[in-house]
C-alpha cells in the first residue's frame, strides 16, 4: 500500500508519525466504555417503543408492568408532564417528545420506561405494558409530506398546518443563475437522493444517571460528543444549576455524529435516578440504535450545472430535507442547512443558488449523524455528481473539466457565489498528484482496450472542498453557545504537563494528536504530555467533536496555551539568565541568550524554578501555565482529488471497487499516521454508503432495516487497498495551519464511486446516474434502464 | 438442539424461537469426519464449515464445497457453524443445502428406532421443516462418488458474509463428452431450497455447450419463485438464476474435464 509522506519534515518531538499513546489500553482490551462501568446499587431501565410510524396513544396501561417482582418504576409521558419533562427542546431550536403522550409519530419512538433491579427483567417488562394505539396514515416520503393531504404530523405545535419543518431558505443568487444558465453551451439536469443513512457506531448510545438526593449533585455517564454542551443543555431542560452536573465519558466505542444529540433515554434515565434516587443505567440494543438514533442525510436534491467554453460556469439546486418527525439537526443556529453553501464546489463559478425546503415526515429524528448536519456530505455530493454526469455528456475527460474550473491558488483568500471565503489550496496540483498516483492515461488506455471486449471497467473522479471548524463566534452558536473551545495546559515541575480540552475524542487519537502539538511549542516529548478530556469537571468549557472541528479549534487553542506558558516560561527564564527578556531566543524545548546559546534555560529546568523557591523576576507570580478560549476567526476549507476504479460484471451487476487513490489536502499534519487512519475510515465509510448502506421504509413506516443482517456495512474484503498522497497548503489563519481531516474522505469517496460506476456504464448502457446504494439489484435495474431512487 | 448455534442462536436473540431445553449436542465430537466410504464421501453431521473448506477429500471430488464454503458468512461463523446444522435448518437462502441437492446426496437419521436414509428430495419438507422428528438427530450425509464429476458453486451476495440473493449449485457427470447426469439446485429462490429437476432433465444426455447451459438456465429462472425483499426485485433474481446457472455448469464441465480440481481453500 502507498502511503503518505507528511510534506512538513518529521522532527523528534512534536509532529510526526509517533504510535496512538491511547491503543495501548484499546488493544490489550482495556478501554472503558459505558457499559463496563457498575455503580453500587444501581438500576436498569428499558424504553418501550412504538410499533407503530404514526398512531394516536388511547391508553397506555402500566399495572401488570409494575406487578413485575422486579420492577420499581414505569415512567409514561403523563409522570414526565408533571415534572415540565415531557418534551425537550432539541439543538435546532424545535421540540422533540421525551415520551409519546398525545401520540407517537415515528416506529420505534419512545413511548414509556421501565426501572427495574436487573437488565432482563426490565426488558421483560415491557411486554408487560399495555398499550392502546389508533394507527394513523403514516407519511415516510418527504415529497409525499409536502403534499396538500398528507397527514400532518406535528399537531402539537401552535398554527402548524402542514409538514413543512422550517421556513424556505436560501443562498446564493437566482437571477444572476438564470442569467449564466441562459448563456451556457450545455446545462445538465439530475434529481438524485443522498438517502437515509446511519453511522451505526460499535457501541451504542446509553447513560448511567446518578443523582445524589443529599447534595443535589447529578453525575452522569454518557459516551457523547459534546459533554460541556451537553451539561449546559440538561442544565437547562431540567432547570439543575450547571455546576452540579458533571458529565463522564469515558472511552467512546465510536461516535460519527451518532453521539451528538440529547436522546429521549438520557432524560428518562436521569428522571429515573431522581425518582429511585439510585444510580439508572440504560444502554439501547442495535436494532433501537438503528432505528431511533441520529440517522444522516436523507436529502433530496434537484440540482443543475451548466458549462460555457469548456468551463464550468454555475451550479443550483432545490433541496428537500427529510427531518423525520422531529427536528433534532445540530447546525449553528444561524444556518438551518448547515454549511450547505459549499455546495459550489471547487470551481470558480460566474453564478449559483439553492433553496432548500425542510420537511416532517414518519421516520426517525437526526439528520445529524456522519459528517454532522453540515449538510457539507450532500454539498458535495450534488456537486461532483453533477460534475461527473457534466463530463459524460460533454463526453470530456472528468479529470480536464475540473481542471479547467478549479479556483486558481492565486484567487485565494476566495469568496464564493454564497459568501464563504474559502482560505486556501492549490487544487490542480492536489489533483495532478492524484492522477499521477494513479497512474491516470495508462488506467484511460486499459478501459478503451477493456471496453473493447465488452468489460465494463469505470474510472470515477471527485475533488472536493470541505468546510470544518466550525466556527467563528460572530457568526456560529449552537442554542447559543458560542463555537469555541477552551485549552488549559499546566506544566509541572517535573517538566511534565497536563492539557486538558474540551474536544472528545471518539476514537480519533486526541491524546496523541494534541498532545502532539503541545510538544512542538514547547519541546517537549509527547510521551511527558496528559491530554485530558471527557470530565466536565476536569476540563475548559467548549463545543466539542464533531464536523471535524477539533484539530481547527481545539488544537488551535492547545497551540495558543502552550505558546502563552512558552511566553511566561520566557520570562521565568530571563530571571534565571539574569538578562532581560527581549535578549532570549527560543528553540525547542529551551530559551536561550542570543549571541550566546551555551547560555540557556532548558524548559524542565524553567517548570522546576516555576515552582521553586528562588526569587521569580519581580511582578511574577509562580507557575507554569497557560489558557486559551480560541475562536477561529475562519473556517478553515481542506480539499482533496479522489480517483476510484470499478469493475462492474456485465452478468451479475456486482460492482468491484478495485482501486482507490485520495490525495487530501488538510494543511499541515501533525500526525500523518494518524490522518491516513482518518482517511482510511472515511474511505471505508464512503464505500458502505456508495455500495450498500440503506435506512428504507415501507408504506405504512415500517424501518426495514433495524439490524446488522439488513443494515450491511462493508468489510475489508470490500475495500481496496487504499492508494493515499498528499499535498500540503497551510491554513493561513490556523495557529499551526492544519486545517482538519476527520470527516474529508467520507464526503470525498461517495460521488467518486458512483461517477466511476456511471463512468462505467454510461457510453455501453446510457446510465448517466444511479442513486445509492449501488448494490447488485440496484445496478442492473439501471443497466436494464429501470434505475429508481431507493425507497 | 444446539449444534454450532449460528442459527438457532439468532433466533432465540430475536425471540423467533423461545425452546424451554437446548441439548447441547457437540460434545459428540465422533460426528465431526470427512471420510471417503463406499464409494461415497460420508461427512458427519457436526463436521464445521472450515472443516469443510479445507478438506482434502472434498476438495478432490467435489470441489464445489470450497466454492461454496469460502462464502458461506464469515470465519467466526465457519469455525463453529456445522453441516448438520446447515442442512436441519432448512433455510431457503441456505448454501449447502442446494450443494447437497446438487450432487445427489443422502442423509442418515438416527433416533431411538434405529437409522433411515433420505434422500435430499424427501429431506426438505417445507421452509425450515426437514423429515428429521422430535426424537432423531441427523448423523450423516452421503454423497455418491461417480466417474466424471465435475461441480461448481456461483452465488451473488450484497457484501462479504451476507446471505445469497441467488446462489446456483450445479453437477455434472461426464460420460466422454456427454452429460451422464447432472445436478441443479438453487438458494434463496424459493419457500425451501429449489431443486431444478426440469433443468437437469434437459441437461442429461447432451453435450456440454454454452448454448445448453443457457438453455437450462432459463428453465431453471422459470422454475424457481424469488419473492422480492431487501436484496432484490423478482426480475433480478430471476436474471440472476439463468447467470448463476450458466455460470456454475459451465465451471463443473470444466472440471469434470479437467478430472482434476484445485486445492483446497485454506482461508478462515
Ligand atoms: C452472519 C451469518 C451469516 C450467514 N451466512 C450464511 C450464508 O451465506 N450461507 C449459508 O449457507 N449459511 C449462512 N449462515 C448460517 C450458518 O451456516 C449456520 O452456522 C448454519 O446454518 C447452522 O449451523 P449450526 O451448526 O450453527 O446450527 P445451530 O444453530 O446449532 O442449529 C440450527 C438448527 O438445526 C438443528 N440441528 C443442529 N444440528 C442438528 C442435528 N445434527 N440433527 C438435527 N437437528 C440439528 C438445531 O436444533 C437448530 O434448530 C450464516 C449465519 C450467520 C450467523
Not at chain 1, 486558481?408 to 487544487?427: C, V
Not at chain 1, 442554542?479 to 517538566?495: C, N, S, T
Request: hydrophobic share 40%.
Amino acid at each position: 500500500m502507498a502511503t503518505t509522506t507528511a510534506a512538513s519534515p518529521e522532527t523528534p518531538i512534536g509532529y510526526g508519525r509517533m504510535k496512538r499513546k491511547e491503543d495501548a489500553r484499546f488493544i490489550r482490551g482495556q478501554g472503558k466504555y459505558l457499559d463496563d462501568i457498575v455503580l453500587p446499587g444501581m438500576l436498569h431501565g428499558a424504553v418501550l417503543r412504538s410499533p407503530y410510524a404514526h398512531a394516536k396513544i388511547v391508553s397506555i396501561e402500566t399495572s401488570a408492568a409494575l406487578a413485575h417482582p422486579k420492577v420499581l418504576r414505569v415512567i409514561t409521558a403523563k409522570d414526565l408532564e408533571t415534572l415540565g419533562l415531557a418534551w425537550m427542546p432539541t439543538i435546532s431550536y424545535d421540540s422533540q417528545a421525551v415520551l409519546a403522550g398525545d401520540k407517537v409519530r415515528f416506529q420505534g419512538q419512545e413511548v414509556a420506561f421501565v426501572i427495574a433491579e436487573d437488565r432482563y427483567s426490565a426488558r421483560d417488562a415491557l411486554e408487560l405494558i399495555e398499550v392502546e394505539y389508533e394507527p394513523l396514515p403514516a407519511v415516510v416520503n418527504a415529497r409525499k409530506a409536502l403534499e396538500a393531504d398528507a397527514p400532518l404530523i406535528r399537531d402539537d405545535k401552535d398554527g402548524q398546518t402542514d409538514n413543512l419543518a422550517s421556513p424556505l431558505w436560501e443562498a446564493g443568487d437566482a437571477e444572476e443563475a438564470d442569467q449564466v444558465f441562459a448563456e451556457a453551451d450545455i446545462v445538465v439536469e439530475r434529481e438524485m437522493i443522498y438517502p437515509r443513512c446511519h453511522p451505526a457506531p460499535l457501541e451504542t448510545c446509553g447513560m448511567i444517571a446518578d443523582m445524589n438526593p443529599e447534595t443535589g449533585q447529578l453525575d452522569l455517564y454518557n459516551g457523547n460528543q459534546a459533554p460541556n454542551a451537553h451539561r449546559t443543555v440538561y442544565a437547562q431542560v431540567a432547570g439543575l444549576p450547571e455546576h452540579m452536573i458533571r458529565i463522564m465519558t469515558n472511552d467512546i466505542g465510536g461516535g460519527f455524529g451518532n453521539k451528538v444529540p440529547v436522546y429521549p433515554g438520557y432524560v428518562c434515565a436521569i428522571v429515573g435516578s431522581i425518582v429511585t434516587g439510585k444510580p439508572v443505567k440504560w444502554v439501547e440494543d442495535r436494532s433501537e440504535n438503528l432505528m431511533s438514533t441520529g440517522f444522516a442525510r436523507d436529502y433530496v436534491m434537484h440540482g443543475r450545472i451548466c458549462a460555457k467554453h469548456g468551463r464550468i460556469t454555475g451550479v443550483r439546486v432545490d433541496v428537500i430535507a427529510d427531518h423525520g418527525a422531529f427536528d433534532s439537526t445540530a447546525q449553528p443556529s444561524k444556518f438551518p442547512a448547515g454549511f450547505f453553501h459549499i455546495f459550489t464546489g471547487s470551481y470558480d463559478l460566474e453564478a449559483a443558488h439553492c433553496s432548500v425546503k425542510a420537511v416532517y415526515t414518519n421516520k426517525a429524528p437526526g439528520g445529524v449523524a456522519y459528517r454532522c448536519s453540515f449538510r457539507v456530505t450532500e454539498a458535495i455530493y450534488l456537486v461532483e455528481r453533477l460534475v461527473g454526469e457534466l463530463a459524460l455528456k460533454m463526453e470530456v475527460d472528468g479529470a480536464e473539466l475540473r481542471m479547467n474550473s478549479f479556483i486558481r491558488p492565486e484567487q485565494f483568500p476566495y469568496e464564493n457565489k454564497t459568501g464563504w471565503t474559502y482560505d486556501s489550496g492549490d487544487y490542480e496540483k492536489t489533483m495532478r498528484e492524484a492522477m499521477r498516483i494513479a497512474g491516470y492515461d495508462e488506467l484511460r488506455r486499459e478501459q478503451a482496450e477493456k471496453r473493447e471486449r465488452g468489460e465494463l471497467m469505470g474510472i470515477g473522479v471527485a475533488f472536493f472542498t470541505e468546510v470544518v471548524g466550525a466556527g467563528p463566534r460572530r457568526h456560529m452558536d449552537i442554542l447559543g453557545l458560542g463555537m469555541a473551545d477552551g485549552a488549559d495546559l499546566r506544566v509541572h515541575d517535573d517538566g511534565r504537563a497536563v492539557l486538558s480540552i474540551s474536544a472528545q475524542t471518539q476514537g480519533q487519537a486526541h491524546e496523541t494528536t494534541f498532545a502532539q502539538i503541545v510538544a512542538e511549542e514547547l519541546g517537549i516529548s509527547p510521551d511527558k504530555i496528559e491530554v485530558r478530556h471527557g470530565d466536565t469537571d476536569r476540563t475548559p468549557f467548549g463545543l466539542g467533536t464533531y464536523g471535524s472541528r477539533s484539530t481547527p479549534v481545539s488544537g488551535a487553542s492547545a497551540a495558543v496555551a502552550a505558546r502563552r506558558a512558552r511566553d511566561k516560561a520566557r520570562l521565568i527564564a530571563a530571571g534565571m539568565l539574569e538578562t532581560s527578556p527581549e535578549d532570549l531566543a527560543w528553540e525547542k524545548g529551551r530559551w536561550y541568550v542570543k549571541g550566546d546559546p551555551e547560555k540557556a534555560a532548558t524548559i524542565d529546568e524553567i517548570a522546576a524554578a516555576a515552582y521553586g523557591e528562588a526569587p521569580l523576576p519581580e511582578g511574577l507570580e509562580g507557575g507554569l501555565e497557560g489558557q486559551s478560549v480560541y475562536d477561529p476567526p475562519n473556517l478553515t476549507y481542506p480539499c482533496g482529488a479522489y480517483i476510484c476504479v470499478v469493475d462492474v460484471d456485465p452478468g451479475t451487476a456486482e460492482v468491484e471497487v478495485r482501486r482507490f487513490i485520495a490525495v487530501d489536502d488538510c494543511g499541515v499534519r501533525i500526525n500523518p499516521m494518524i490522518v491516513d487512519g482518518q482517511i482510511m475510515g472515511g474511505l471505508a465509510e464512503g464505500v458502505g454508503i456508495a455500495l450498500m448502506e440503506v435506512i428504507t421504509f415501507d408504506e405504512q413506516g415500517n424501518c426495514l432495516n433495524g439490524s446488522m443482517m439488513d443494515y450491511l456495512i462493508p468489510t475489508a474484503l470490500e475495500c481496496p487497498d487504499w492508494e493515499l498522497g498528499a499535498t500540503v497548503t497551510p491554513c493561513p489563519h490556523h495557529p499551526i495551519g492544519a486545517k482538519g481531516v476527520g470527516e474529508s474522505a467520507t464526503n470525498g469517496s461517495p460521488p467518486a464511486i458512483v461517477n466511476a460506476v456511471c463512468d462505467a456504464l454510461y457510453r455501453s448502457h446510457g446510465v448517466a446516474h444511479i442513486d445509492m446504494p449501488l448494490n447488485p439489484a440496484r445496478v442492473w435495474a439501471a443497466m436494464q434502464g429501470r434505475a429508481e431512487p431507493p425507497q | 438442539m444446539i449444534a454450532g448455534g449460528h442459527s438457532l442462536l439468532p433466533m432465540m436473540k430475536l425471540r423467533l424461537a423461545n425452546p424451554e431445553l437446548v441439548v447441547d449436542i457437540n460434545d459428540l465430537e465422533h460426528l465431526a469426519y470427512i471420510r471417503e466410504q463406499d464409494s461415497e464421501i460420508r461427512i458427519g453431521a457436526l463436521t464445521r464449515h472450515y472443516q469443510l473448506l479445507e478438506s482434502e477429500p472434498l476438495a478432490r471430488h467435489f470441489p464445489i464445497f470450497a466454492d461454496a464454503e469460502r462464502v458461506i458468512a464469515d470465519p467466526v461463523v465457519r469455525n463453529r457453524g456445522t453441516i448438520g446444522g446447515s442442512l436441519a435448518q432448512a433455510d431457503a437462502a441456505e448454501d449447502l443445502s442446494a450443494v447437497c441437492s446438487a450432487l445427489k446426496a443422502s442423509v442418515v437419521i438416527a433416533g431411538g428406532g434405529g437409522e433411515r436414509v433420505v434422500s435430499m428430495e424427501d429431506f426438505h419438507v417445507g421452509p425450515y421443516t426437514t423429515a428429521i422428528d422430535d426424537a432423531e438427530l441427523l448423523v450423516e450425509i452421503r454423497i455418491p462418488v461417480r466417474p466424471g464429476a465435475g461441480s461448481a458453486h456461483a452465488k451473488v451476495e450484497r457484501r462479504a458474509g451476507d446471505w445469497a440473493i441467488v446462489a446456483v449449485a450445479g453437477g455434472l457427470w461426464l460420460d466422454g463428452e456427454t452429460i451422464a447426469d447432472a445436478g441443479l439446485a438453487l438458494s434463496a429462490v424459493g419457500l425451501t431450497t429449489v431443486h431444478a429437476t426440469r433443468a437437469e432433465e434437459l441437461l442429461r444426455g447432451k453435450r456440454p455447450s454454452e448454448e445448453l447451459f443457457a438453455e437450462a438456465g432459463a428453465i431453471a429462472s422459470e422454475d424457481c419463485s424469488p419473492s422480492p425483499d431487501g436484496r432484490g426485485p423478482v426480475d433480478y433474481k430471476r436474471h440472476l438464476a439463468g447467470e448463476l446457472t450458466k455460470r456454475a455448469l459451465r465451471r463443473a464441465a470444466e472440471r469434470a474435464r479437467a478430472g482434476t480440481t484445485p486445492g483446497g481453500h485454506t482461508w478462515r
